[in-house]
């Protein structure tokens, strides 16, 4: 993809598409039509008049993709495979889309929709990416108990989550492609009976969210192949019985350097540290304070736009769990009430910025992003983790002694 | 457009700026304020607006005009930039993020967007139809310092119609259901009390200070302004600073009135203002149980809107400040005492069902004497 050093605008690594010269020129028409620079810049007039005959069919190219309505593919048109996500998940598109990115990823092409069986119990939001009961819901604004039927499903459905999770995690090596995972999350889940809850959810287009490197969480399984040295976090949510479990953890691929291992595995105590905290009577707002302290300490910065939520038959509502120190979180933990806390952990700066498909966030600063999440029960005299490690689940993490 | 050309056009130079989404680094402006304006229709909720953007202070400011549903969220807002007299419309597309696991409101991430498209946006005037009780806005805007937002609450602005005011507070006295004027009252942070030309036209001055004696019993804390057609002074109503935990000097001078805040006579509707002292130091942590027991739990029955205080902490030479819109509450240090003053406890709430002896006798619990 583009190259140049790591800050240096693209314009640095421009060739000319004729002669190969360093270019500093543009087509005006391309400019126009928003089209990437790349293959496209020239470094004379003279080159680019040589390069008219067959650069113009870009042009022609756009303007029949422009004719579709909303200027971008319809995503749910029948050659709607392999091209770049836009607007949430609602469109597609041939170029990669402009972007001044903050690191060296890049967006990949993304695969055709994966179908869920028939017999299988679906989110309202499967067939149209709209949830239609979970915005209007009462427990968008209180804090739900849960009985004890709906705790036994829950502990059932966070069970087949973490069996998907585990089963990514054996997949996870340098040469697999993101989408890859999502298949082997997509086949997981549905053989379990479940649905993945992600697919569709306010159109996310795949079932799995895979988050490399900077990106801080909502990455998009793609075309991209993993390189030995990536950190990717693998957030899995299936929906069973009624109910949603979620969870995520961050894998290396490869040999990692010891900095990104060090971001890793101080994520993880931060998720440790926060859950062992939890019990009836404590202030949801104290998570953050004990997140924030471990991160700090170990001098990395905690993001502050994703925050922990509450999850049952609704896969996100109340409460807030931010993650940050010094939040107005309100509410205290109660017995019966089920979450999750999902810390993301930056080697750079907190600030997060978004890509042009409407999902992936990633580190202001371009450095990497770390996260941990489980799916919580307060119980009367604690915590139980009803996503926790199996006695199966393959041992990837050095500082886990199993 | 034609495709079929045979000579390329000039080729233009790169520039080093990227020619799409560039969003400036926040740290480098302050945030911007936003005001919310509410009223009943026809009360002079346009006409303030359209004030606002007229008259010559060299100010850019964007409107946002939203109609609020059951859900608070913006799909489209129209940009009305009052700059040196000239009134720019543009409607614009706002990205409605999902909720999903964001810690900022769609609404927040829209109108931060919207201040990383414009250069140099002085305010942002938010005004709403449709929506009878601003608290779960004014709980949405209101966002924690830590996450250094491009937006910050400034005010919430109420205007009243004095010719209706009467009658929209009398019209549900004898029914069960809650007049939202009420509401609209207690929660602002400025009342403007609009046509009192037609209220003076036909009476002497009486009326209008009886209709200020209403507002005042409900919330003691806002500052009413009488308006004709909405002609206020700018500096009144903008850059209030209302949520501002460091911006006490406002506050103080509010709770110098201490006696005048507590409404004695109790309002058909039941919202009242009280303000309660306590001379001793309090225990911050005891002082947050508390807090949390009458906000949260809705211990002692009562229903409470909003809380204002300045609080004198045990172990602190720290003036503390204390600041809720319902559930929502904070308490940070603010200031240095000063040598000469009297550390007091002040804390005003305005709500219903409010009882003076119980928060009077709940908040001694806290001082450090009492253990």
Redesign the interface.
């Known amino acids: 993809m583009a190259g140049g050093g790591a800050d240096a605008?693209?314009?640095a690594a421009?060739c000319c598409a004729k002669c190969g010269k360093p270019?500093?020129?543009?087509?005006?028409?391309c400019?126009e039509l928003?089209l990437p620079?790349e293959g496209a810049?020239?470094c004379t007039?003279d080159c680019?008049?040589a390069s008219?005959g067959s650069?113009?069919s870009i042009?022609?190219k756009a303007?029949l993709l422009e004719l579709s309505p909303g200027n971008e593919q319809d995503a749910t048109s029948p050659a709607s495979s392999w091209l770049y996500c836009l607007k949430?998940g609602q469109a597609r598109t041939l170029k990669m889309?402009?972007?001044?990115w903050t690191g060296t990823l890049r967006p990949y092409p993304i695969s055709k929709k994966r179908e869920v069986p028939a017999h299988i119990e679906q989110p309202d939001w499967a067939s149209d990416g709209i949830p239609k009961v979970e915005?209007?819901s009462d427990l968008?604004h209180t804090v739900e108990i849960k009985t004890p039927d709906q705790i036994e499903r829950m502990r059932e459905t966070c069970r087949i989550a973490r069996e998907v999770l585990d089963a990514a995690a054996r997949v996870i090596r340098p040469g697999i492609t993101t989408d890859e995972i999502d298949a082997v999350v997509h086949e997981a889940t549905v053989s379990a009976g479940g649905y993945p809850s992600p697919l569709n959810?306010?159109f996310f287009p795949k079932s799995c969210c895979t988050s490399v490197n900077e990106v801080i969480c909502h990455g998009i399984p793609d075309a991209r192949k993993l390189e030995d040295g990536d950190i990717v976090n693998v957030d899995v949510t299936v929906y069973h019985k009624g109910v949603h479990g979620d969870l995520n953890e961050t894998f290396f691929v490869g040999n990692v350097d010891e900095a990104s291992q060090r971001l890793v595995q101080c994520t993880y105590e931060c998720l440790e540290k926060a859950i062992s905290i939890v019990k009836p009577g404590v202030?949801f707002r104290e998570v953050g304070e004990v997140i924030n302290r471990h991160a700090l300490m170990s001098g990395f910065s905690v993001v502050?736009?994703?925050?922990?939520?509450g999850i049952g038959e609704l896969?996100?509502c109340a409460p807030?769990i931010?993650h940050?120190?010094?939040?107005?979180a309100?509410?205290?933990m109660k017995a019966g009430q089920t979450f999750t806390i999902?810390p993301m952990i930056n080697a750079g700066v907190w600030r997060d910025?978004m890509w042009?498909d409407?999902w992936t966030a990633v580190t202001a600063d371009g450095k990497c992003s770390a996260q941990f999440e489980h799916t919580l029960l307060v119980t009367e005299t604690g915590v139980e983790v009803l996503t926790a490690r199996l006695p199966t689940s393959p041992n990837v993490f050095p500082w886990i002694h199993s | 457009m034609e495709d079929d050309e045979d000579e390329p056009p000039l080729a233009v130079a790169i520039t080093a700026t990227v020619d799409h989404v560039i969003s400036q680094p926040s740290d480098t402006f302050p945030p911007v304020g936003v005001t919310v304006i509410t009223g009943y229709l026809g009360a002079g909720k346009s006409t303030l607006v359209n004030h606002i953007l007229k008259t010559q202070h060299g100010k850019r400011i964007a409107v946002i005009l939203n109609e609020f549903g059951e859900e608070i969220g913006v799909e489209r807002a129209m940009i009305n930039e009052g700059e040196e007299g000239g009134l720019v419309e543009e409607w614009v597309e706002l990205d409605n993020g999902c909720i999903c696991c964001t810690v900022k409101h769609s609404l927040v991430q829209a109108l931060e967007q919207l201040v990383q498209r414009k250069e140099r946006l002085d305010h942002i005037l938010l005004e709403t139809t449709g929506l009878a009780n601003p608290a779960p806005l004014a709980s949405v805007l209101w966002l924690d310092d830590q996450l250094e937002s491009a937006v910050k609450l400034d005010s919430i602005i109420t205007v009243i119609d004095a010719k209706n005011l009467r009658h929209q507070l009398n019209l549900h006295r004898d029914s069960s259901s809650f007049p939202e004027a009420y509401l609209q009252i207690a929660f602002a942070d400025v009342v403007i009390l609009n046509k009192v030309d037609q209220v003076m036209a036909d009476d002497s001055g009486n009326i209008l200070e009886e209709l200020e004696k209403e507002i005042r019993d409900i919330n003691s804390l806002a500052s009413i302004i009488r308006s004709t057609r909405c002609q206020v002074e700018l500096s009144k109503i903008l850059d209030c600073q209302a949520y501002d935990a460091s911006h006490v000097a406002h506050l103080e001078a509010l709770l110098e009135q201490n006696k005048s805040l507590t409404t004695r006579e109790l309002h058909d509707s039941g919202v009242r203002t009280l303000c309660i002292c306590e001379p001793k130091k309090i225990d911050l942590d005891k002082v947050r149980m508390w807090l949390e027991e009458i906000l949260w739990d809705k211990k002692y029955g009562m229903d409470v809107y909003r809380c204002k205080g300045v609080l004198s902490i045990v172990n602190s030479d720290q003036l503390h400040t204390l600041q809720a819109v319902r559930e929502i509450y904070e308490i940070v240090p603010a200031r240095k005492w000063r040598k000469d003053e009297s550390q007091l406890n002040k804390i005003v709430f305005i709500g219903k069902l409010l009882n003076e002896e119980v928060l009077y006798d709940s908040l001694r619990a806290c001082t450090v004497d009492n253990c």
Do not use: M
């Open positions: 605008v693209e314009t421009l270019a500093h020129l543009q087509c005006p028409k400019v928003k620079r810049a020239f007039q680019f008049k008219w650069h113009k042009h022609l303007k949430k889309p402009n972007f001044d915005p209007n968008q959810y306010h202030r502050k736009s994703y925050c922990g939520h896969f996100h807030n931010p940050y120190a010094r939040n107005k309100v509410g205290i999902e910025r042009p409407g």
